[in-house]
């Protein structure tokens, strides 16, 4: 049992990339990404709570060009997660195993993730009144 | 472990002896938990972000009217809960897979969990706040 160590994880240093696996350590970024959304959801929970102020210092800094980067990020993360996670899910229930269909839906999400990320900006912008 | 032929005196069988040895231990649950959170967030998740994108834009009055509709502050909790709850697996799992000292991954597992339900509990008082007293 306690031979050499062995490497415990697959290293994504020496893996060869291909596009199911960089799909599969792209939902593991997502995901922490997104917990660090969650944690900025709360933030501006707490500034809604806090009064007019504290939220309006918080909407100021979410339409400044740092801010819009940062929920653009986390549009696309929730998009590609909540897609590939529906993929996971089919995997989970047995379908969509076999390499030719991994590879279609896994082409899929990515186009679905533009897609969606696209219409929701462009949704929000017109809200505000861009167009 | 070292001796390959297997010795029969010990009376506990092997699916004893096997129990618990593993890298998955108690992982069934861990397991089934997660793809409940995450059927759960996938009609939670899109409400939440098509209600934001729908607030692009939206000053103090609008958020804090939207925030005190019973409906809003009840998918809004349920949302937020269900959430961390598949946040902690998830991150659970990344730290089991990429931190190897057992006191580290330990403490980090800990800490997560604390900060999940800390944030969690502050999220929904804010949220009963900015319903309420807004």
Redesign the interface.
Known sequence: ?AGHPRP??PHLQIYRRQLTSVLSILH?FT??G??VG??Y??CW??A??S??DS??QL?SFNGSIIGRLLLLGW?VA?FYH?LN??R??AW?AGWGFELPAAYKTGYAVLIGTAVLTIV?WA???Y???AF | MADAAPSRKSLRSDIAKARGLGAAKEGVAHWWAQRLTAIALIPLGIWLVASLVCLAGADHAQISQWLSAPFTLGALALTILTAFYHAVLGLQVVVEDYVHTHAAKLTLIILIQFAAFGLATAAIIALLVAAFAG
């Open positions: 049992m415990l994880s593991r995901g922490i997104l917990a969650l944690l959801l709360v929970l707490i809604a709570a009064g007019l939220f309006d909407q549009t929730f909540l996670g529906i996971h899910l989970d929701a949704i929000g912008y809200q505000m009144g």
